[in-house]
Structures are given as structure tokens and as C-alpha cells.
């Protein structure tokens, strides 16, 4: 035999001895044979455990139940029984069911440890900690001899290599979808609005260009100036102001590219940070802020120029909560792109409405407001709304807008993925909250509602 196999026939002599030291019976060699066939043709963790539980009931007529370690906070749940089946929702397991390294009696119960493949411990440590997965349990049992504890134990062991199997597949399917979504998310909030801004940069070189060109004159005209004794004071002041005007000119177009990069460069580190690859999901990097001053004002002053080149007005509110009730925990980055993507919508699909004079306007508005929202569970809450005049949404299209690609039908003629507001949803929901669509008489009312938050709640 080639040197190279050498290894694998050791461990081939290895496990030989380690199946005849076993002398396992042929219905136990059945129920092993039966479990791993029926655990390869299905590929989610819920088929596995019913799976798992179904092969004891059905070759030993014991009942069992499977345990799954939480990977968020390493609480064991009950995911599956032989009695109950596939639980809808994970229940926390008994106050007899805890884990532990070695096969342990409870009651009327024998628990084995479920324990993953050692040689990929390190490749999913969001599910390995310490290599177990979870627990798995088998009653009632008066007394179990050692032959078929030792089988018990190999049987937690397949299962545990079979669910360790899975887990890594859930865990990279999620890892493509995360990136999938990232990319789509880099593409709405950074990609396309930076379009705006090549435009705005071509802009500015003709600008400069002109200005240099006025330069040029003044410069031409200065000398003829001081050469003439009759020159006028008017014409030297005109000369002035003009080179007063070009620097204020050249001042302000220099602030709103240092503003868009300030406010690109936000959305590009944190939609590129690399705890949201490793994770397989965004990873929010909380601090407290001032939900006025800090995250809608610098997107409202962001858009300001482009909603009043639109005709739309913005009409402030007239009642505002004090800084102290404004202070909020949250992600800032993912944040600030949130309400980016709403002042994006209202810019876009704003539209003349009749108000109650009989009167078109054409606007947005927006409200903050602290207190409860005891139908979401929140005790402690911010809701913003956002308010902008057009054609109400159906409150039925209202109900979908907030899903990935969804467009209103009347819509779709219009520039979008309908991605942005999938991605407000997200974002809102990983802080906790909620998000909303109200349509009103003149026009449709977005609301988020956020949980106040503290560090203190957060580490």
C-alpha cells in the first residue's frame, strides 16, 4: 500500500478494534446504520431531531428528547421530543437538565452530552465553546447496563457530528446570505447616492473653471487700474468684491464636499467593518447619542439642498422633548443610514397634495415623541415619524413595502430596487424597535419607534 495511506490504516485498525470492543447488538447496529441515511437525506437541524428522537422510540421504545446550547447565552432548550415532536418555539430546559461533559442520571432519565467534531471547534465559534451542543435525554429507564450506556454514548456522539455538520451549513448559508444583503446594502446607501456626487463634482470643476477665468480678468484689469490716474474707487471696489465672492464661493462649494465626505466615509466604515463578516450579520457598535442633534439633523442638512431644489418645503415641529429625554443608545453609522434612506423615499416620491384650505402644498414634516409603546413592549421609547404629502400607500402595499425588492405597483416605473426601506426595517428591528407605514388623507406618515436604551442595559 502506498506510504501516503499509511495514516488511514491505522485508523481503519483502530476502529475495527474499536467495533469489535463494542459488540454491537444488530438492532443497535440497525439503529445507527438507519440514523445516519435518514440524517444525510435531510438537510436542516429540525429534520435531524426528529430524526434523532424517532430512531430510539422506534428500535428501543424509550422516549428521548434533544437539547440545543444557545450559542447567544449558552442556555439549553428543548428543541425536540419523542412525545411532543418539534417544538414551534424552544423551551428552556428543566432545572434536572443541565450540561455537562459526562453522562449523568436525573430521576427516571439517563442525559448524554451531544458533542460536536473536535478537529472543527475553531472554525464555528458562534455554536463551540467547549465542543458540546447540546444534551440529549432518554427516559424512563429503571436501569441501564453498561453495554447499552456505551451505546447511548456513541449514538449522542453521531448525533453530535451530524448536527455539528449541520450547524456549519445553516452557518454559511447565512454568511452568503449576510453578504448578499451587504452587497445590496453598500449599493443602495453608498454606491448609487455617490452618483449624485460625480455629478456634483463635474459640476464644480466648471465652476472653478469659470471662476478662474474671472480671476484671470481681474488680474488683467488690476494693472490698467493702477496705471490710470483717474481710475475710480467703484471700479476697484468691483474688483474686490468680486474676488470676495469667488473665495466665498469656492469656501462653500469646499464645505459640502468635506460634508459628503464625512458622510459617505460614515457609511462606508461601518458597512465594511469586519465584525459584520465574521459574524455573518451586523454587529452594532452602540454609544449614546442625541437623537436630534446627532443623527436626523446632519441627513436632514445632508438633503436640505436637494428637497428645496425640489420645491419641497420642510416645516419643523413646533414641540420638541428636552436633550436629556433625546439621548438614545444606538449604532450611529447604521443609524444616520437609516434615516438617509427615508429622506431619500420622501425626496423621491413627494408630491403636491390639497390641504384643508383647498390649497396644494407639497412637504415633509416630522414629530419625536418619548414615552411608552405598550403595543410593542416597549416601556422606554423614542418614535420619530416622518410625514411627506402625496397619494396615500393602500394600507394593504403599506403592510409590504418594508420587505426586500418590494415596489407599490404604480411605482415601478420609477428608479429603485425597493431596497431601502428592507434595510431601515433591519436595522431598526436589530436595535429592538419597530418601523411603520401610516397612510393619511394627503399623504403617508413612516414611523420607527426605539427603545431608550442605555449603556448600562447594553454592555
Known sequence: MAHDLDQALKLLKKKEQDYTAYKFRTRESMAIFAFFDLAQEFATLNNLYRIAVTVIKFFFKYESCIYAIRPEDSALLLHCSSSEGLLDSPKPARADVTIHHSPYRAGSSYIFPI????????????????????????????????????????????????????????????HIRFINQLVSDIEHNVITPNL???AFLINM???????????????????????????????????????????????????EFESHFKHLSLFIETLFRG??????????????????????????????????????????PQHLPS??????????????????????????????????????????????????QES???????????????????????????EDGYKIPKDKIKSGSGHGLHFVNNIVQLHGGHVGCKPRENGNDFYIILPKSSAKDNP
Do not use: W
Open 115 to 174: 458533542i460536536g467534531k473536535k478537529i472543527l471547534a475553531d472554525k464555528v465559534p458562534l455554536f463551540l465553546d467547549n465542543q458540546i451542543l447540546g444534551m440529549l435525554e432518554i427516559y424512563p429507564v429503571k436501569k441501564m447496563g453498561d453495554h447499552q450506556f456505551l451505546f447511548f454514548q456513541k449514538y449522542a456522539n453521531r448525533v453530535g457530528y451530524n448536527m455539528h455538520n449541520k450547524l456549519v451549513v445553516e452557518q454559511s448559508i447565512e
Open 323 to 372: 436633550d436629556n429625554d433625546m439621548a438614545i443608545f444606538i449604532d450611529l453609522g447604521l443609524m444616520a443610514q437609516v434615516f438617509a434612506n427615508l429622506l431619500s423615499n420622501a425626496l423621491k416620491y413627494c408630491q403636491p397634495a390639497m390641504d384643508e384650505n383647498g390649497k396644494y402644498q407639497k412637504y415633509i414634516s416630522y414629530t419625536i415623541d418619548i414615552g411608552a
Open 205 to 255: 470643476k466648471k465652476n472653478l473653471n469659470k471662476n478662474l477665468s474671472q480671476l484671470e480678468n481681474i488680474n488683467s484689469i488690476l494693472p490698467k487700474l493702477e496705471l490710470r490716474k483717474n481710475s475710480s474707487e467703484e471700479e476697484i471696489i468691483q474688483a474686490v468684491d468680486n474676488l470676495h465672492r469667488i473665495h466665498q464661493d469656492i469656501d462653500k462649494k469646499m464645505e
Open 275 to 316: 465584525e459584520h463578516f465574521k459574524t455573518g450579520g451586523y454587529v452594532l457598535k452602540r454609544r449614546s447619542y442625541n437623537f436630534l442633534k446627532d443623527i436626523f439633523l446632519p441627513e436632514l442638512e445632508h438633503y436640505r439642498k436637494r428637497l428645496t431644489a425640489k420645491e419641497i418645503d420642510i416645516i419643523e
Open 196 to 198: 449624485y456626487y460625480k
Open 376 to 402: 410593542y413592549e416597549i416601556q422606554n421609547a423614542l418614535k420619530f415619524s416622518l410625514f411627506s404629502t402625496g397619494k396615500p400607500i393602500p394600507k394593504k402595499e403599506a403592510i409590504l413595502i418594508f
